[in-house]
């Protein structure tokens, strides 16, 4: 089992930024990646930007390359996401998950956390 409390969402005006941070614990050391998704109302959750835990590879949505960065701290056990250059269609619901090593997808999820751009 891997718990995820992700935290940093709020309200935030376009063209700001925000820093996500998600904790992880449990079973941290059978991590293969950790990703970001997000869901707007009425959307369909969507992937925004996962990496690997021992490689460090990362891979992005399209529409956040260049705004978004994914890093993380394997010693703390945490990932974060840098957004940057935000825009009011970045609004939503964004959550952490894990993908294991002895799995074929993100398994486990945290809560999510929102975040609102302003125009």
């Known amino acids: 089992q891997v718990q995820l409390v992700e935290s940093g969402g709020g309200l935030v005006q376009a063209g700001g930024s925000l820093r996500l941070s998600c904790a992880t614990s449990?079973?941290?050391?059978?991590?293969?990646?950790m990703g970001w998704f997000r869901q707007a109302p009425g959307k369909e959750r969507e992937f925004v930007a996962s990496i690997t835990w021992t490689a460090c590879e990362t891979s992005y949505r399209g529409s956040v390359k260049g705004r978004f960065t994914i890093s993380r701290d394997n010693a703390k056990n945490m990932v974060y996401l840098q957004m940057n250059s935000l825009k009011p269609e970045d609004t939503a619901v964004y959550s952490c998950?894990?993908?294991?090593?002895?799995?074929?997808?993100?398994?486990?999820w945290g809560l999510g956390t929102q975040v609102t751009v302003s125009s």
């Open positions: 449990g079973r941290t050391s059978s991590i293969y990646a």
């Open positions: 998950a894990v993908w294991l090593t002895t799995r074929s997808y993100y398994d486990y």
